[in-house]
């Protein structure tokens, strides 16, 4: 099992910035990609950014330049830094953990959620 606590949503104005992270433990040995989703009200989940254990990383075009993914294996977190917020960021960001263990099981496990509101 692995748990993911979200923290650092609020609300700020448009063209400001917050740092939303995700701390992972349990069994994260094998954990092979960290993840940022959102959801807005009446709209699908989508993708925000992903970073593997290797480092590679992957952004939403719509945030491409604006977000920054990032984490600390020290300290088993994974960050969103999220620059120029604009009132169409405005959601419930969600952590997410990709797990496979060396048996081929695959598990998916979500954080609880924190909201991110950007007034105009």
């Known amino acids: 099992q692995v748990q993911l606590v979200e923290s650092g949503g609020g609300l700020v104005q448009a063209g400001g910035s917050l740092r939303l992270s995700c701390a992972a433990s349990g069994s994260i040995f094998s954990i092979n990609a960290m993840g940022w989703y959102r959801q807005a009200p009446g709209k699908q989940r989508e993708l925000v950014a992903t970073i593997t254990s290797g480092g590679s990383t992957n952004y939403a075009d719509s945030v491409k330049g604006r977000f920054t993914i990032s984490r600390d294996n020290a300290k088993n977190t994974v960050y969103l830094q999220m620059n120029s917020l604009k009132p169409e960021d405005t959601a419930v960001y969600s952590c997410?953990?990709?797990?496979?263990?060396?048996?081929?099981?695959?598990?998916?496990?979500w954080g609880q959620g924190t909201q991110v509101a950007v007034s105009s």
């Open positions: 997410n953990a990709d797990r496979r263990t060396p048996l081929g099981y695959h598990y998916i496990y």
